[in-house]
């Protein structure tokens, strides 16, 4: 290279070979642009200046040194540019993935909030009717039973007038509570379909199961001892219709709401506070 340097019309093509042989080593290679091309120049420039001294050529280097670091700052500011563009693009895509993600995640949060009973959590009556269907065509691939409860609190509207809209409210949110606690299956869904009307959907569950269910509903409510001092019995109950079908191709999910809601209706006529089953002879108190 000091040899070379002698030649004053190549200073400047040694000078920028150096360089680009240096810009090109450290993007190929990912390092700090800057930083290292600093380093890589440097040694080359003092390497030269070890070589023109050596063969005793140092007026011819002091021309080189010149066009070399006009070059190296032109191309060094040039770097700087091209790595602040770099890191503004990436805090650019990493601001535009975070909001991508908080996009999804509100996104998630808003369908999940539509799936919901605002007062009480539990399923609303879109998601019943989305589950319901989904279960009601497994039933009739696996020909297995479904069973539904419907489950309307006594006296709803004696107790709102006596003890208020809030405490209605708290009423409803201990109910929903109880047959949350009844539906333990990750399978089971509890929703809340009008009112003071509860429904507990129990995939793979026959008569039996669906029954013991009930029973277990009432024994809950009678635990809890929810005061209602404008019921007979003193305190909060519920009347239960229980339907169970094996879903199949003449049939539809429609049909098993419907039988359910004529057994509550039985229950509630027969005096509330009470579980009726809907079998093939009518309606069968348990």
């Known amino acids: 290279v000091g040899m070379v340097a002698l030649q004053e019309p190549v200073n400047a093509r040694i000078a920028m070979a150096i360089l680009v042989v240096c810009f090109t080593i450290v993007f190929c290679t990912g390092m700090q642009p800057l930083r290292t091309c600093v380093r890589i ?5 003092f390497l030269t200046a070890l070589l023109c001294w ?3 050529h140092m007026p011819a280097f002091w021309s080189f040194a010149f066009q070399f670091a006009v070059i190296f700052a032109g191309m ?7 790595m602040r563009s770099h890191r503004q693009t990436f805090l650019h895509e990493q601001l535009l993935h975070h909001d991508r993600e908080r996009l999804t995640a509100l996104t998630d949060q808003l369908a999940d909030l539509s799936l919901k009973d605002a007062l009480t959590g539990v399923a609303n009556r879109r998601r ?18 479904l ?7 006594d006296h709803f509207k004696a107790y709102n007038d006596h003890y208020g809209h ?3 409210d708290d009423c409803l949110m201990a109910v929903a509570f109880v047959l949350q606690d009844a539906g333990r299956r990750p399978g089971d869904l509890v929703a809340r379909y009008g009112g003071e009307e509860f429904v507990l959907l129990l995939p793979d569950t026959n008569g039996e ?3 013991d269910t009930a029973r277990r509903i009432q024994a809950f409510l009678q635990q809890a001892a929810l005061p209602h001092a404008a019921s007979a019995q003193g305190m909060v109950t519920a009347s ?11 049939s539809r999910a429609a049909e098993l709401v419907a039988v359910a809601d004529r057994a509550v209706y039985a229950a509630k006529a027969a005096g509330r506070n009470g579980v009726m089953v809907a079998e093939a002879q009518g309606f069968v108190p348990v």
């Open 128 to 145: 019943f009717d989305e589950v319901l269907e989904r279960e009601w065509e497994r039933g009739q691939r696996q020909q297995s039973p």
């Open 240 to 250: 239960i219709g229980v339907a169970v079908m094996v879903p199949d191709a003449c």
């Open 147 to 153: 069973a539904l409860l419907f489950v309307d609190v």
């Open 76 to 82: 060094a500011l040039i770097c700087h540019f091209m």
């Open 41 to 45: 120049a440097t040694t080359s420039f």
């Open 166 to 168: 809030q405490a209605g």
């Open 209 to 211: 199961g669906a029954k």
């Open 54 to 56: 050596a063969w005793g």
